[in-house]
Nanobody
Framework: QVQLVESGGGLVQPGESLRLSCAAS????????MSWHRQAPGKQRELVAS???????SYADPVKGRFTIFRDNVKKTAFLQMMSLKPEDTAVYYC?????????WGLGTQVTVSS
């Protein structure tokens, strides 16, 4: 049974940093592409960053230069390092594991950026 568990969210002030973690179980983690998505109140879920099984990364324009996605295949964990956070980064952040046409989602972790 695939399970993804996000952690690391919280309340921070503008300009601060957070690191989100996504711990996976029930999958051959190294073979999966991992991605982070977010959904703000009243908005659609959007892709934030992704990393392939070959460690190729991509980022949404609003987070380029501020967020970094990486993975640890030994720990079966994907990470999202978020720096210089802005109020508009406030959202529930979800991780997703993808291989072929199969997706699995975590339940999300809340990130709130407010002074």
């Amino acid at each position: 049974q695939v399970q993804l568990v996000e952690s690391g969210g919280g309340l921070v002030q503008p300009g601060e940093s957070l690191r989100l973690s996504c711990a996976a179980s029930g999958i051959t983690f190294s073979g999966y592409a991992m991605s982070w998505h977010r959904q703000a109140p009243g908005k659609q879920r959007e892709l934030v960053a992704s990393i392939t099984s070959a460690y190729s990364t991509s980022y949404a324009d609003p987070v380029k230069g501020r967020f970094t996605i990486f993975r640890d295949n030994v720990k079966k964990t994907a990470f999202l390092q978020m720096m210089s956070l802005k109020p508009e980064d406030t959202a529930v952040y979800y991780c997703k594991a993808t291989v072929g046409f199969t997706d699995a989602w975590g339940l999300g972790t809340q990130v709130t950026v407010s002074s």
